[in-house]
């Protein structure tokens, strides 16, 4: 019978020309207000607060004229700039090389399992890849190198940044893939440019000439925000430079986070400055590149897009046939781009699972000379750690679904859409900006360190995460469902727990997993809010990268990997068809 309704309703939007096809009504106004008042208000006093720290004359003075501000500044947007670049590079031919076709759909079914692996464990992995005594010297050595000792190389924390930009550009690629295919899963445009692939080929260009002139400027216009955000957070990244940025100097962000640590206020008020400065800084650094492409494209570009293909494509008398088999890649094409992804996140991994276990290690052996369990035995004494970091992560990415789920509910059909812009910020801004004034908040009102401050910190930023993750789904609904439930005079609460949201449960129970991993991977807001007191895997991983315990570190990386990819498996797991009798 529902079948035969949605058929005899095919075209009808349920805008109320029919009394029957009315969808449900909306939530109370109070609703919409609470929810927008939990998401954006606690954010905007943040950034408030911060300001008002950073309105002095005397603190911008002492930031602007500080000896090491020079070189941190020029470390930051040098080790930002490549990583952008490459990582918008590397995107490009990947995209050039697989889509359309099978090696894409099964590179985007994988996107997810490298998404879940934060940044600060990647570091800490390829850290014992690339160390001296790393892995990778360890299986050249017998080989190649014959070293009977750990070389004296800066392999990490050089005064280049270059393993914080391999890292950074490790981990952006996965993601901003994953922008593209949510982009290019939509049928308007992915079909389309797939028909325009083919057309061109017929024309005589090449795969990748088509891509370039056809798919390139389709899809990256649409990718402002990623981009943005991999531009915001390469600029603003405390941990992982930490752990493998350079240290003499260090980069802005770290110094801007060791002045705002600082016991004395007025060093605070220079780190808030120059937090303030680095925004300003990569708006500006934003918004001329943006500038110098969009001429670039309008005066070089463009002219090179509208020309014809080649002379010796371009024969009248051979013209390929208009065939799906014209957009087939080579199969070497897909082996490379798996092999670029695959390896490093498998290398990674192993490193972690084995430095996890090993005991007695000396260069240039590959395998341990003896396994221990010490690293893993002292995760388990503080088990105080890692249920905090649960019970922080759960609540967090719960509150954070609830949120996501009443506002695209019903919050959509009274707020404008440019309201939505602002759950993006803690995105796009500096986390020491509105990390500090959070911290000055709960100054104020005498809750930092405990785990109320750290679990409101990480709810600022499990919402826009989980917004993300859920708003498409949500948002392609079919609404004839509700017209459906509404003629046969089912109540909205049963409509919802009963046809819209299980069959939406994939999508909420991936939001619910994504949101539960970025509060996991949190280390900024932990030590401001928790003050020191409040200890999460993240920030005990932070703190032993900086020793020489490799057990220890390997643990509480891996664990720190591990708990995201449960997650997943579990909202994996929840989200599978069953059949019921």
């Known amino acids: ?37 939990l998401a954006i208000l606690p954010f905007a006093s943040a950034l408030l607060a911060s300001l008002s720290s950073a309105w002095s004359f005397t603190a911008w003075q002492a930031a602007l004229y500080d000896p090491q501000l020079p070189k941190a500044l020029g470390l930051t947007f040098w080790s930002a700039g490549c990583a952008t670049l490459l990582s918008i590079a590397i995107t490009s031919l990947i995209l050039a090389d697989i889509f359309p076709g ?27 890849l690339i160390a001296p005594g790393g892995w990778v010297l360890r299986l050249l050595s017998p080989w190649l190198t014959g070293f009977e000792q750990p070389p004296l190389w800066l392999t990490s924390q050089d005064p280049w940044g270059l393993g914080l930009v391999a ?17 290019l899963q939509r049928p308007e445009l992915g079909q389309r440019l797939q028909a325009q692939l083919w057309l061109a080929q017929t024309l005589g260009y090449s795969q990748r000439a088509a891509w370039w002139r056809l798919v390139a400027p389709a899809v990256w216009r649409r990718l402002f925000w990623p981009v943005f955000a991999v531009w915001a957070y390469s600029v603003s990244v405390v941990d992982v430079a930490l752990v ?11 110094l801007a986070y060791t002045w705002l640590q600082d016991a004395d206020l007025a060093t605070n008020q220079k780190g808030a400055a120059l937090a303030w400065l680095m925004m300003l800084l990569m708006l500006g650094a934003l918004l001329g590149f943006y500038w110098v492409l969009r001429a670039t494209v309008r005066w070089i570009g463009r002219p090179w897009m509208v020309a014809g293909p080649p002379a010796e494509l371009a024969k009248a008398n051979d013209t390929p046939a208009l065939t799906t088999a014209s957009l087939t890649h080579p199969p070497y094409r897909a082996w490379r781009v798996s092999l670029f992804l695959t390896a490093p996140y498998l290398g990674v991994m192993a490193a972690l699972v084995v430095g996890s276990v090993a005991g007695y290690w000396p260069f240039p052996s590959v395998w341990p ?99 993300i993750a859920l708003s498409p789904a949500y948002r392609n609904f079919d609404p004839r469902y509700a017209c459906v439930s509404g003629s046969l005079g089912v109540p909205y609460a049963r409509f919802l727990w009963t046809v819209k949201w299980p069959m939406l449960k994939s999508s909420l129970a991936f939001a619910a997993a994504l949101g539960f991993a970025v509060s996991v991977a949190q280390y900024l807001p932990t030590q401001f809010m928790g003050a020191g007191r409040v200890a999460t895997v993240t920030t005990e991983a932070v703190t032993l990268a900086a020793g020489s315990h490799r057990e220890l570190t390997s643990a509480y990386a891996l664990l720190q990997c591990l708990l995201p990819l449960l997650a997943l498996a579990l909202a994996h797991m929840v989200s599978r068809p069953r059949r019921w009798r």
């Open 1 to 37: 019978m529902i079948q035969t309704f949605l058929q005899a309703h095919a075209d009808s939007d349920c805008s109320g020309r029919d009394a029957v096809l009315r969808p449900y009504g909306s939530a109370p106004v109070w609703v919409i207000l609470m929810v927008g008042t």
């Open 102 to 128: 099978p090696a894409w759909a099964f590179t985007t079914r994988r996107l997810p399992a490298f998404l879940a692996l934060p940044h600060l464990a990647f570091a800490v992995g390829f850290l014992f």
């Open 167 to 183: 890292v950074l550009v490790l981990k952006e690629v996965p993601f901003l893939l994953w922008a593209a295919s949510t982009q």
């Open 244 to 254: 493998i940025g350079p240290t003499t100097p260090s980069t802005a962000a770290v």
């Open 369 to 467: 000379n003896a396994l221990s369990g010490q690293g893993w035995l002292s995760v388990v004494q503080s088990s105080s750690t890692l249920v905090t970091t649960v019970s922080l992560a759960c609540a967090s990415g719960a509150t954070a679904l609830l949120l996501a789920v009443v506002w695209l509910e019903w919050g959509g059909r009274l707020a404008p859409r440019w309201s939505e812009q602002w759950i993006y910020l803690p995105l796009v801004l500096p986390p020491l900006l509105w990390t500090s004034g959070f911290y000055q908040i709960a100054v104020w009102m005498e809750a930092e360190g405990g785990w109320l401050a750290v679990y409101a910190s990480h709810l600022m930023l499990c919402i826009p995460y989980t917004f």
